[in-house]
């Protein structure tokens, strides 16, 4: 006779190790996000559980996380602003280098 647990059991699915500890995490949070999917279905979901998927919902959040995209963009932009401005530096150097030993004024400076 066939017990009906092993009826209601989804199959799983075997995954291959994950290589870095980031690919584990993201496994970790698939499984808990399939469970958590799978208690909701059932009507076994805890309280808590059921809050963070609410909140994930909300309008807040979507708000907060397109503030930090924006913010992480902006950081991005900053950044490379910066890396623009030192090689613009170092042109200009090398431009008053090469105008001074072209004046005859060499100061023992390597263009």
Known sequence: MVSSDKATQPVRRQRPPA????????Q????????AERQIAE??????????????GSTRNRLEETKLR????????QNEDITLARSREEDYAKVLQALQAYRGEDHGYDA
């Not at 290589?19 to 993201?26: F, G, L, M, S």
């Not at 009507?43 to 994930?56: A, C, D, N």
């Not at 924006?70 to 932009?77: D, G, S």
């Open 28 to 35: 970790l949070i698939a499984a808990a996000t399939d469970l």
């Open 19 to 26: 290589k870095t500890p980031e690919a584990r995490e993201n």
């Open 43 to 56: 009507g076994t979901v805890s309280s808590q559980v059921l809050s963070h998927y609410l909140k994930l």
């Open 70 to 77: 924006l913010e992480a963009e902006r950081l991005r932009v």
